[in-house]
């Protein structure tokens, strides 16, 4: 079946454009969570959903950072005034329920360049 | 705050050589603990997991065992392949319900020679 998709793969922004990340989820899937991945880095959280609620934002870095899931499925995070601290591979993941820690499944993430 | 520290790579191994690659953590409560693994040009997959101490979590020849005792979860392989070749990240989750955000390591690129 399908797995988590995301769109772009690539994204070239020059310093204070706005830019648009998109997540799909695997269909019927509770939980969304969002990641940023800098080079050579691990990935490091940044907000979680559970249908459309976001119930966690704690690890958005800035308030140019805004993450939306209005109908419980597709989510976008949207990044304000990039900069080039931003530049990094943004990850979304999604699982079929809370409680079931930790088995995310992972979509191949948008690569974020800020020139 | 929750953490995790993985032994930094990159490692490079022979074909057939036994694998370990450390992880240690640190955590307010009792976490799940897990091993992703990013194949080359594929996006993060669970490797393998374990929920409470002393479970050992194992899939596709590697294993790792929940230590308490000494905060570790490290993994390893009795003989590995070149197709193991990889970035290997551990993770730990303490999601109570409806927070099950995933803390992980550095990651370790290892790389099996033939």
């Known amino acids: 079946g399908a797995g988590v998709s995301q769109s772009p793969r690539y994204k070239v922004a020059k310093r204070g454009q706005d830019v648009a990340l998109r997540c799909d989820p695997i269909?019927?899937?509770?939980?969304l969570f969002w990641y940023q991945q800098a080079l050579g880095q691990g990935p490091e959280f940044l907000t979680y959903f559970q249908n459309e609620a976001q119930l966690d934002k704690s690890g958005l870095p800035s308030d140019r950072f805004f993450a939306e899931r209005p109908e419980g499925s597709v989510s976008t995070l949207k990044i304000q005034r990039t900069q080039q601290e931003d530049s990094a591979v943004y990850l979304c993941?999604?699982?079929?329920?809370?409680?079931?820690?930790?088995?995310?499944?992972f979509g191949p993430g948008t690569r974020l360049t800020v020139t | 705050g929750n953490s995790v520290t993985q032994m930094e790579g990159p490692v490079t191994l022979s074909e057939e050589a036994f694998l370990t690659i450390n992880c240690t953590y640190t955590a307010t409560g009792y976490p799940s603990l897990f091993w992703y693994v990013q194949y080359p040009g594929e996006g993060l997959q669970l490797l393998l997991k374990a929920t409470k101490a002393d479970d050992k979590g194992s899939n596709k020849g590697f294993e790792a065992t929940y230590r308490k005792e000494t905060t570790s979860f490290h993994l390893e392989k009795g003989s590995v392949q070149v197709s193991d070749s990889a970035v290997y990240f551990c993770a730990l989750s303490e999601g109570n319900f409806g927070n099950e955000k995933l803390t992980f390591g550095t990651g370790t690129r290892l790389t099996i020679i033939p």
């Open positions: 993941a999604s699982s079929l329920a809370p409680g079931i820690r930790g088995e995310q499944y």
């Open positions: 269909s019927g899937h509770v939980s």
